[in-house]
């Protein structure tokens, strides 16, 4: 069955610190990848997606992910994190053959630390 | 443009109510999803609509229910509400069905409370 596991619930990093928040899925079928954005009291807002091609994607905020088809992962990276980078952070997946809905994990909540 | 918006944004229930949260999409879109996103976990998929048809139902049981309108708004019923049932119901919606070129844009949900 197609789950996504996001393996840190909290990660906690310094102001200007680099940071990575790791996902990693499972699915029997070819994917499509994606990491939201949750503000404190707001939606969810999309931050970039993986569909086909370069395995690097850039997305807004200064935020990029990398897919690793062999590993199944697609972890999200920043160099230099600030104070305004403070969320919670959502890998989804959606199988190619369904892409309707949005297989979530559970979230990780970035603490900067000023 | 206005965003996604739901309504209300706040609601408390007792066991064995019945509830109907409301979405608006962005205008232009024809298609709404809807999730429930219980406390410390991700979001789980209720129901896709597209064009006023279910397109898509997740593993929920049958208390949930939804429909969308002509103008594409839509809402979503839950029957004889359990504790469980408590979490915040996200609306989003896309301008296709598919999510490869039409990327979900969610509402800032609905928070329910079953008591």
């Known amino acids: 069955a197609q789950s996504v596991t996001q393996l840190d619930s909290q990660v906690p990093v310094f102001e200007e610190a680099p940071v990575e928040l790791r996902c990693n899925y499972s699915?029997?079928?070819?994917?499509?990848l994606f990491w939201y954005v949750q503000y404190p009291n707001q939606g969810l807002q999309l931050l970039l997606k993986?569909?086909?091609?370069s395995t690097l994607v850039k997305g807004i905020n200064g935020f990029e992910a990398e897919f690793n088809k062999s590993q199944t992962s697609f972890h999200l990276r920043k160099p230099s994190v600030h104070i305004s980078d403070t969320a919670e952070y959502f890998c989804?997946?959606?199988?190619?053959?369904?892409?309707?809905?949005?297989?979530w994990g559970a979230g990780t909540k970035l603490i900067i630390k000023p | 443009d206005a965003g996604v918006t739901q309504s209300p944004t706040h609601l408390i229930k007792t066991r064995g109510q019945q509830v109907t949260l409301r979405c608006s999409p962005i205008?232009?879109?024809?298609?709404v999803s809807w999730y429930q996103q219980v406390l410390g976990q991700g979001p789980q998929f209720i129901f896709q609509?597209?064009?006023?048809?279910?397109?898509g139902r997740g593993n929920f049981p049958d208390r949930f229910s939804a429909r969308q309108f002509p103008n594409y708004s839509s809402e979503l019923n839950v029957n004889a509400l359990l504790l469980g049932d408590s979490a915040l119901y996200l609306c989003?919606?896309?301008?296709?069905?598919?999510?490869?070129?039409?990327?979900?844009?969610f509402g800032n949900g609905t928070r329910l409370t079953v008591t």
């Open positions: 993986y569909l086909s091609g």
């Open positions: 989804a997946v959606s199988e190619m053959d369904s892409n309707y809905q949005l297989i």
């Open positions: 989003a919606s896309s301008s296709d069905r598919g999510l490869m070129n039409s990327p979900l844009h």
């Open positions: 609509y597209y064009e006023k048809e279910e397109r």
């Open positions: 699915s029997s079928v070819s994917v499509y």
């Open positions: 205008s232009g879109h024809k298609s």
